[in-house]
């Protein structure tokens, strides 16, 4: 998108000098152009940016790209969320849980979107509204942060973040009327929190009801092994082992672009008899890594799929087309109306001016959380009381190695879990739709 609006830059004097506009038209027309145009790219390029540094495991980089972006207004959600997101991948887990907990908080007040918020996503786009995020990435952020309780070993702090979440998703799943948006993934930690706490009734409870969550989302995978091993245990009376779990973030999550659709005009007599409506379109990225071997010394377990975030992403998006169409349409319908009374009190060129304001204002909202991995990968290894030494070893779907990563001096304690994550990913020029 061309930045380029120097035919406008003398503000709305110009306009109305020339072609002799109403004052308020030749505003909206210039407000709207340079509303919508400038930073386009900017953005753009820099998400690319941010994500090539991730990916090339230059968190500081990736930090400073982020805060250079100055996400702020109806984009502070997104700033909180990728933030916590580095942050949680350098291992600052106490920094990156204060913007996981700001990101809560403005979900939680956007989520009711405010009255003039609604009338300005009409007349303009939805990208004027604050960001709230999908549904299943306001569940996912109490995934992370219950992670980065309990690889900082604080149980206490992860189990009251799981009884949050469990009202949380609650009440995300009647809203959306979504069963799909079970919290299946959050609620296996968050049982394994349950029982490191010493809550084996509420470990029991949580375990049943990630099974059945698992089996409600029916994401293309089976309920994790390791869960129904779990539940096996825990029913038959017998206790935790030692051993470490391990957590993979593989790839990049979904992104959004722009598509544009054609719907019919309900009020034709307005103007034409159907509207160009963006709307945003969702697009996987690769998931690279196909299954993880975590071995220390002889011993070695396989990775099993515990989250797909692509086709959670997808059916979150896909339940809010519909209102997101409505709104597009109730939007083109006020536009329409407006060029007409344009070129009622202006002539056509008036009407032509109005005309260009109304279709350069027309974006689809392409907004999402940038660093969300495509799916989570998760290896349990059980293990001796004591120090070890972890060795991660990613393979591709073809069976290649793509890496390895080693964790030094992991100390697991008797009957209890020690949590260790990595992450990886293609840089953006690499991925590619699956």
């Known amino acids: 998108m061309s930045n380029n609006i120097s035919g406008v830059s003398g503000g709305s004097g110009w306009v109305m000098q020339e072609f002799n506009l109403p004052r308020w038209l030749s505003g909206l027309c210039v407000f709207l152009v340079v509303l919508v145009l ?5 953005y753009s390029l820099s998400v690319s940016q941010l994500e090539t540094a991730t990916a090339n495991r230059d968190l500081d980089g990736a930090i400073k790209t982020l805060d250079e972006l100055k996400l702020s207004g109806p984009d502070e959600t997104l700033h909180h969320l990728n933030k916590g997101t580095l942050l949680r991948l350098k291992g600052n887990f106490a920094e990156s849980n204060k913007h996981f907990d700001a990101a809560k908080n403005l979900m939680g007040k956007f989520n009711a979107i405010s009255v003039t918020e609604q009338l300005a996503s009409v007349s303009v786009n939805d990208t004027v509204k604050a960001y709230e995020g999908l549904p299943s990435e306001q569940l996912m952020v109490y995934a992370f ?13 992860a189990a009251v973040e799981a009884r949050q979440f469990d009202v949380k998703q609650h009440l995300i799943a009647e809203k959306n009327n979504a069963k799909y948006l079970s919290g299946a993934f959050v609620r296996y930690i ?21 099974v059945t969550g698992y089996k409600t989302q029916n994401s293309g995978f089976p309920v994790p092994q390791g869960l129904a091993d779990d539940l096996k245990r825990l029913n038959a009376g017998k206790p935790a082992p030692s051993e470490a779990v391990f957590i993979l973030h593989n790839g ?3 992104t959004l672009s722009e598509e544009i659709i054609r719907v019919v005009n309900p009020k034709p007599q307005n103007g034409s008899a159907m ?9 996987r990225r690769s998931v690279p890594v196909a299954r993880v071997i975590l071995s220390s010394g002889d011993a070695s377990a396989n990775s099993e799929i515990v989250e797909d975030v692509n086709n959670i992403g997808e059916r979150s998006l896909k339940d809010r087309l519909p209102a997101i169409i409505a ?3 109730a939007r083109m319908v006020a536009k329409s109306v407006a060029v007409g009374e344009a070129k009622k009190q ?25 660093l969300l991995p495509g799916n989570i990968l998760m290896a349990r290894l059980p293990l001796s009381a004591g120090k070890h030494d972890l060795i991660a070893t990613y393979y591709s779907a ?3 190695v793509l890496g390895t990563h080693e964790f030094k001096d992991i100390v697991v304690k008797n009957g209890r879990k020690a949590f260790v994550a990595d992450y990886y990913m293609n840089p953006p020029a690499q991925s590619k739709a699956q």
Request: hydrophobic share 35%; with cysteine; net charge negative.
């Open 252 to 254: 990049l999550g979904p």
């Open 38 to 42: 400038p930073g386009c790219a900017t």
């Open 145 to 157: 942060e219950a992670l980065n309780y309990v690889q900082s070993g604080d149980v206490d702090g």
């Open 275 to 283: 509207f160009s409506l963006a709307v945003p379109k969702f697009t």
């Open 346 to 370: 202006g002539g056509e060129l008036a009407g032509f001016f109005a005309n260009v304001a109304t279709t350069v204002s027309e974006r689809a909202d392409t907004r999402s959380w940038t």
């Open 327 to 329: 709104r597009g349409v």
């Open 398 to 400: 073809s069976g290649n």
């Open 190 to 210: 968050d049982s394994m929190v349950y029982e490191a706490a010493g809550e084996r009734d509420e470990a029991r409870i949580e375990m049943e009801n990630a």
